[in-house]
């Protein structure tokens, strides 16, 4: 656990570094791989839970413009002939 928490500061500290508020970002301690096994404990897809909570309460959703016309962006144009 003491690897852990030094590599969690160091994280931190690199977020600050680049001008990000590293000490009030929410961490999640987990591991997908055990989610993906289905291990149902703290740190498998509790640990999963708990980051999808912290994503939908810390990361603000986009304000969307629904009254305009929908624009897809097309990024290249194919011409088959035949």
Excluded: C, H, W
């Excluded at 987990?30 to 509790?46: C, R, T, V």
Aim: hydrophobic share 40%; proline share 7%; charged share 35%.
């Amino acid at each position: 656990s003491e690897m852990i928490d030094m590599v969690e500061e160091e994280i931190r500290d690199l977020l600050k570094k680049y001008d990000f508020p590293g000490d009030e970002i929410p961490v999640i301690r987990g591991s997908a791989l055990k989610a993906l096994n289905g291990d149902k404990g703290e740190l498998g897809f509790g640990a999963m839970q708990k980051l999808m909570d912290a994503v939908d309460t810390y990361i603000p959703q986009p304000k969307r413009e629904v009254d305009k016309p929908f624009l897809m962006p097309i990024e290249d144009v194919f011409s088959i002939t035949g």
